[in-house]
């Protein structure tokens, strides 16, 4: 069975500086990756996904990932934060042969300081 | 479009009172499923539909049921709430993968449901 792994349940940066969320996972083939944002009381936001091809992905708002599959890592970064980022990250992997479904990491809760 | 549409926004349930949680999609997509978000644990799929009349169980099925008589809506139903069952639900929906590659899951506005 998949499973994601996010080590940091809460990451303090200041406003301006780098991020990086980590996400590692447990998949038996080439997995589809995914990476959503929730602000508080909200819904789920689609960052950025993996398929297939560049392993390195870029999304909304800023925000990259790099597919690794030596380390089964799929990093989130962001070279310079913003306030309006401050927010709860997920990673999830999708089950191909499953209808798309998706295994939630646990959460990493990103606050930005001034 | 609407996308994918969830009601009721909130609710609180006494403990062994049924109920549904409606969620409807207008997007055309043939996958569907329920998850439940748990401060700590994501989002852990409840059950899930890759079309009419077809469901399946995900990870945390229990004290669930589903069905799936039209593409367009996909309702969960809480047979006798318990207070374990308090949670955040999200429905989502999915086109169906294609050579290889798979879909984006769009994802409601949630439900929050309290059971006292």
């Known amino acids: 069975a998949q499973s994601v792994t996010q080590p940091d349940i809460h990451i303090t940066v200041s406003e301006g500086a780098s991020l990086e969320l980590r996400c590692n996972y447990s998949?038996?083939?080439?997995?589809?990756l995914f990476w959503y944002v929730q602000s508080p009381g909200q819904g789920l936001q689609l960052l950025l996904k993996?398929?297939?091809?560049?392993?390195l992905v870029q999304g909304i708002k800023g925000f990259e990932a790099e597919f690794k599959r030596s380390q089964s890592s799929f990093n989130l970064r962001k070279p310079s934060v913003h306030w309006s980022d401050a927010a709860e990250y997920f990673c999830?992997?999708?089950?191909?042969?499953?209808?798309?479904?998706?295994?939630f990491g646990g959460g990493t809760r990103l606050m930005v300081k001034p | 479009n609407a996308g994918v549409t969830q009601t009721p926004k909130f609710q609180v349930l006494k403990t062994g009172q049924s109920m549904t949680l409606q969620c409807a999609q207008d997007?055309?997509?043939?996958?569907m499923s329920w998850y439940r978000q748990d401060p700590g644990m994501g989002l852990r799929l409840i059950h899930y539909?890759?079309?009419?009349?077809?469901?399946d169980q995900g990870e945390v099925p229990n004290g669930y049921n589903v069905s799936r008589s039209t593409t367009e809506d996909f309702p969960l139903r809480l047979l006798s709430a318990a207070p374990s069952q308090t949670s955040v639900y999200f429905c989502?929906?999915?086109?169906?993968?294609?050579?290889?590659?798979?879909?984006?899951?769009?994802f409601g506005p949630g439900t929050r449901l309290t059971v006292l």
């Open positions: 989502a929906s999915s086109y169906s993968a294609s050579g290889g590659a798979g879909g984006e899951q769009f």
């Open positions: 998949y038996g083939a080439t997995p589809y």
């Open positions: 993996y398929f297939s091809g560049d392993t």
């Open positions: 999830a992997v999708g089950a191909r042969n499953a209808g798309n479904m998706l295994t």
């Open positions: 997007m055309n997509h043939e996958y």
């Open positions: 539909s890759v079309g009419a009349g077809i469901t």
